[in-house]
């Protein structure tokens, strides 16, 4: 099991949760929304960095994602998509995440034939974010959402050709949306050694209800098998939507990760 356990939580909660964060040691997956980034005040953010410093609480970012497409057609959808990740970047120079993650917005029904340029405004896109989050030096990971198979975050990564940018496995989504023969050895195989952080949910293949390991039918032992064997160096994210199921979570993957450790 990992060292360090990262739970989703939402900018405007951050600061209610520290004590438990604190007591539990948990540490946060910043959220910044859109409408988060609009309405927090620089002092509000140095605020929380001072706290996470404090306590020795490390933390990662995801940023905005909602209708957004780093590589849309639409030149004003593209300029609302930079304009919201030099926003989240920012941030992050005060917050100084571990780990930024964003949605690369690909959609194949939508794209068709035209994946080549959503790659080459993606790729622009990334570019800007990387230059921009040079001084913070954090990594940052395109995360899997609607991607039946992993070919084009393997280009988007091989084409920007940075160190720092690097993929988000999301294990719940890849069991909601990945292609028959497309399984998590595949999926390891594509991308295992680019994985930087991993988000941990579990679903039965028909909705994305977030629930704790092992209350789905996604295969955990081999799950944790091979992020062992591929990435034992990335942070793992448990994204639940209460207390209650996130430590549901922390215990039924400690069991499991245990047992594949002991394997």
């Known amino acids: 099991m990992s060292d360090i356990i990262h739970a989703h939580v939402p900018f405007s909660l951050a600061a209610d949760h520290l004590d438990y964060m604190i007591a539990?040691?948990?540490?946060?997956?910043?959220?910044?929304?859109?409408?988060?980034?609009?309405?927090?005040?620089?002092?509000?953010?140095?605020s929380l960095a001072a706290s996470f410093a404090?306590?020795?609480?490390?933390?990662?970012?995801h940023a905005?994602?909602?209708?957004?497409?780093?590589g849309s057609e639409e030149r004003l959808l593209r300029e609302a998509t930079r304009h919201r990740f030099r926003q989240v970047c920012a941030a992050a120079a005060i917050l100084r995440p571990k780990v930024m993650v964003f949605h690369p917005g690909y959609d194949r029904w939508r794209y068709g034939e035209k994946q080549s340029s959503w790659l080459k405004h993606a790729m622009e896109s990334?570019?800007?974010?990387?230059?921009?989050?040079?001084?913070?030096g954090c990594t940052i990971a395109v995360e899997n959402i609607f991607e039946e198979e992993p070919s084009t975050l393997v280009t988007l990564i091989e084409a920007c050709s940075h160190p720092r940018l690097r993929h988000c496995f999301d294990?719940?989504?890849?069991?909601?949306?990945?292609?028959?023969?497309?399984?998590?050895?595949?999926w390891f195989d594509a991308l295992g050694k680019?994985?930087?952080e991993v988000h941990i949910h579990d679903n039965r293949g028909d909705r994305d209800e977030?629930?704790?390991?092992?209350?789905?039918?996604?295969?955990?032992?081999?799950?944790?098998e091979?992020?062992?064997?591929?990435?034992?160096?990335?942070?793992?994210?448990?994204?639940?939507?209460?207390?209650?199921?996130?430590?549901r979570g922390i215990r039924n993957i400690s069991a499991i990760s245990a047992k594949v450790r002991g394997a």
């Open 226 to 247: 091979l992020l062992q064997r591929h990435a034992p160096g990335a942070v793992w994210t448990i994204e639940a939507h209460n207390r209650e199921s996130l430590e």
């Open 24 to 46: 539990k040691g948990v540490h946060p997956e910043i959220f910044l929304s859109a409408d988060a980034l609009d309405n927090i005040l620089p002092e509000q953010v140095e």
């Open 194 to 196: 680019q994985i930087a």
């Open 64 to 70: 905005p994602f909602m209708d957004l497409n780093p």
């Open 126 to 136: 990334f570019a800007e974010v990387l230059s921009l989050t040079e001084q913070t």
């Open 54 to 61: 404090a306590n020795d609480i490390t933390c990662t970012i």
């Open 171 to 186: 294990v719940g989504h890849w069991n909601l949306f990945h292609a028959d023969g497309v399984g998590l050895e595949e």
């Open 210 to 224: 977030h629930a704790p390991v092992g209350e789905g039918n996604i295969d955990f032992d081999l799950y944790f």
